[in-house]
């Protein structure tokens, strides 16, 4: 992984005009993306194979991982993650304390896990349909 600073993230975060002192980070996701659909009633080694199922079908090579910004407890890392050591690593880091977030580098759509086991998916309206229907065997809200 290569280790973004809190610096860095801050400025991939404004160009989507996103605020990290917002607590709960992805309530203001809701205004910056087009859509957004939360998943549930699915554990998380299914939701994880189902988020990379997707990311090999869209051929994205590297993500950008980072914790809720003003609460990050335990210290998880934030940074740019190849997908194909993504499963591994979310194994290693997972914090059931905290939300953490999964985006693509321009921050198109994010990817986020509740501290509640919950998911949601915010991005356009085509990719938000496009990644639900990798997760079938979840309940999804929009």
């Known amino acids: 992984m290569k280790e973004l600073t809190k610096l860095q993230l801050n400025r991939i975060w404004k160009t989507r005009g996103l605020d990290p002192k917002v607590g709960w980070f992805y309530i ?5 993306f087009e859509e957004e659909c939360f998943i549930a009633n699915i554990n998380s ?20 991982f980072f914790p809720e910004p003003d609460f990050n ?13 993504l499963e591994k690593f979310l194994k290693e880091n997972e914090d059931k304390t905290t939300n953490t977030h999964i985006a693509d580098k321009n921050l198109n759509w994010i990817f986020t896990i509740t501290h509640e086991d919950d998911f949601l998916i915010s991005g356009n309206k085509k ?3 496009e990644f639900v229907c990798f997760f079938k065997n979840a309940k999804t809200t929009f």
């Open 45 to 64: 080694q299914e939701a994880i194979k189902d988020l990379l199922n997707f990311l090999d079908n869209q051929k994205i090579k590297e993500v950008i």
């Open 127 to 129: 990719l938000v349909k």
């Open 28 to 32: 203001q996701f809701k205004n910056k």
């Open 73 to 85: 407890l335990n210290g998880l890392p934030s940074g740019i993650i190849k997908t194909r050591d």
